[in-house]
Structures are given as C-alpha cells and as structure tokens.
C-alpha cells in the first residue's frame, strides 16, 4: 500500500516546508498509522460501520494516539468534520463548568451529519482532567449516546476514573517496534532526499526508545544541523552519552578493570553527561547487548536498577556513578581471591 507520503499528499498546503516534519508527516488516515495493527484495524471497522463506541486510547507520548482519533473523526464524518467534533485537550480549561456548559451543549446540539454518524467529543489528554469533571462526565455520556460519542486519549488509563473506563472500550497501544519506526523514517527520508547512513538510523531508532515523534525531530534536527544523518550526529544532536563509549566501560566492568572504567566514566562526566543520562544509557547498551553472559547481564541490570533510584532519589553524583562501577566490576570477581587467610 502506497502511504500519503509516497503519494505527495502530506505536504498539502505551499507553506509545508517550513512546518516541523512531525506535523508535515502527520497520517491523514488510518491506513498512514503505523504499528499497533491489531487496534488500528478494530479503528478502521469502526470507521467502515459508523458505529462509532465511547472510546479510550492510552500509551506512551509519541504514538500515534491523538492522530489516531484525528484520523478516525475524519473518516467518519468527512465534510461534516468541523461541525460535528468538538476538541478540547490539556491547553483548554476543563474543569466542572466547562463539562457542564460546553460540553453539554454541544452534546444538546443539532447538526446535520452524514447518516449513522454521530457527533464526536475529543478529549484529549485526558489524565489531566480533574476527578471531579470526570465525575461531571458520567451521566452526560449515557444521556447523550444516542448522538455524541467520546473519544478520549491519555498517557495513564488509571488516571481515567473507573466509572469512565467501563462507558468505553479501551485500546492500549503499545511502543513502536523498531522495524516501525524504520520504515517510516525511510518513508521520510526518501521524501526530504535526507542522506544517511545505516548506523544513523540504527542510532535514531536507539535514542527515540519507540517515540515516533521523538525519531522524527531527532531526524529533523540531525539533518538541519550536520546535513548527514550518522550514528556521532545523532547523538551529538540527542546529547546522550554514545552507545560505543557505554559499551567500552562496560567491557572494562566485565573484566573488573575498575582503573578503566572509572577513567572512562570520568570522561563522559567532565563532557557535561548527568548521572540520569549515564545511568539509562548504561541500562540500555546492556539490555541490547547480545554478548554479554546471561548471569553478568541480570547482575548488571539488578546493580543498574538500584543506582538509577538513587539518583532520582536526588543523589546524582559522580560518586554515586564511581560505586557503580566499582558494583559492576565486581560482579567478575572471584570473591575467594579476597579472603583474608
Ligand atoms: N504510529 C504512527 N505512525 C506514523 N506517525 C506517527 C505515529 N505515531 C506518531 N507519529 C508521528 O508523531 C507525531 C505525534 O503523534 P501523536 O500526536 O499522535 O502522538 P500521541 O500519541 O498523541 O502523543 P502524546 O501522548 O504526547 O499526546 C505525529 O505527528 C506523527 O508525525
Ligand atoms: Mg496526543
């Protein structure tokens, strides 16, 4: 199937090229989304039938959520969009009194839709709405379902009260595979005529952790910066601490070297690195790793764990990092070299 972007239907109007790619690379319709199949196809059928239910879409930022109920408003209601869907996210004032004014006369509204169509609400970023204009939410869902359907997107389902969640069905979309995001940052590059290289994109895929966003402005910004997309721009761009560097000092953990490693951990710190940054990397070089030896591997992630609360606790010093290293190098070690005759 050939996407919008192959098309040339994403940059639709003469000041594209001066949008964000995010925004200029928004899917216009379902079939643009990538992964999640399962749940983008139950979306589709909805968008075939008409019978659209109460909905709520939860996930982490970056993965297709709001463009999805986007997409599936369009679909539905197609011209009748404008009048029929009303959007309110996190930047509009959602407390009680708007549930009980604008939300409810909107629902009380009279508009002309295609037949078997119903108006839609989109709430978007809806954890943070008070549990108090959830409560407001309720009954005006049950009185008003025969015309006006709830689409409601948040990063937190437990966040959504429950009384809400059992109005609708709930689609739970999972991070993006690697492949996923590879094929659309192809999808883009091809367009953009983006030069790269395969461990560039192998990069942009490891900093973005299955953020679609998060990989298309960091593909933006390498290109716009270095006007090459390769594995030292990216995380120049990224500002993270390089894989190839993680991977060394971890090397140098695994065979106890501690003069070594703290060396090497002392250089990414002078570059300006923060303990978090050092920390998460380290967790995701050794998580990714295939070499490592499966017993080395949960110690490190167990030593790893401990010291990654710690310093989200608040104590993000190098010393804190130093008694990593020293932990992780002593995972080789033999503890009966040490043993006081
Ligand atoms: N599954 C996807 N397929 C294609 N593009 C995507 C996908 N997910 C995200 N994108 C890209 O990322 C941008 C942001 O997506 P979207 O606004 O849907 O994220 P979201 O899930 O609502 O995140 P948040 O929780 O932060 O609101 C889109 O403009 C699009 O370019
Ligand atoms: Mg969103």
Not at 173 to 190: F, S
Request: charged share 25%; with cysteine; net charge neutral.
């Amino acid at each position: 199937m050939t996407s919008s972007i192959a098309k040339g239907k994403a940059p639709a109007n003469n000041n594209a090229y001066e949008l964000p790619w995010v925004e200029k690379y928004r899917p216009q319709v379902l079939d643009d989304i990538v992964g999640n199949e399962e749940t983008i196809e139950r979306l589709k059928v909805i968008a075939k039938d008409g019978n659209c239910p109460h909905i709520v879409i939860s996930g982490m930022p970056g993965i297709g959520k709001t463009t999805s109920i986007h997409c599936l408003a369009h679909q539905l209601l197609g011209d009748a969009y404008k009048e029929g869907v009303l959007e309110l996210n996190a930047s509009d004032e959602r407390g009680i009194d708007v549930v009980r004014n604008k939300i409810k006369s909107f629902a009380q509204k009279k508009v002309t839709l295609p037949h078997g169509r119903h108006k839609i609400i989109i709430l978007d970023e809806a954890d943070s709405m008070t549990a108090g204009a959830q409560q407001a939410l309720r009954r005006t869902m049950e009185v008003y379902s025969n015309t006006t359907r709830f689409c409601l997107a948040c990063n937190m389902a437990n966040k959504i009260i429950e009384p809400i969640q059992s109005r609708c069905a709930i689609l739970r979309y999972a991070k993006l595979r690697d492949t996923e995001i590879l094929k659309r940052l192809l999808e883009i590059c091809e367009f953009e005529k983006v030069k790269y290289n395969d461990d560039g994109l192998t990069a942009l895929i490891f900093t973005s952790e299955g953020d679609m966003r998060q990989a298309i402005n960091n593909l933006q910004s390498t290109w716009s910066g270095f006007g090459f997309i390769s594995s030292e721009n990216v995380f120049k761009v990224c500002d993270q601490p390089h894989p190839v560097v993680i991977q060394s000092i971890l090397q140098a953990c695994q065979k106890s070297d501690i003069d070594t490693a703290m060396d090497k951990i002392q250089e990414l710190w002078d570059q300006g690195y923060s303990a978090i940054d050092i920390v998460v990397t380290i967790f995701r070089v050794v998580k990714a790793s295939d070499k490592m030896p499966e017993y080395t591997k949960l110690e490190f992630i167990k030593e790893i764990g401990w010291t990654h609360m710690r310093v989200l606790e608040g104590v993000g010093t190098f010393v804190q990092l130093g008694g990593l290293m020293a932990r992780l190098c002593k995972v080789g070690m033999k503890p009966e070299l040490f043993q006081i005759q």
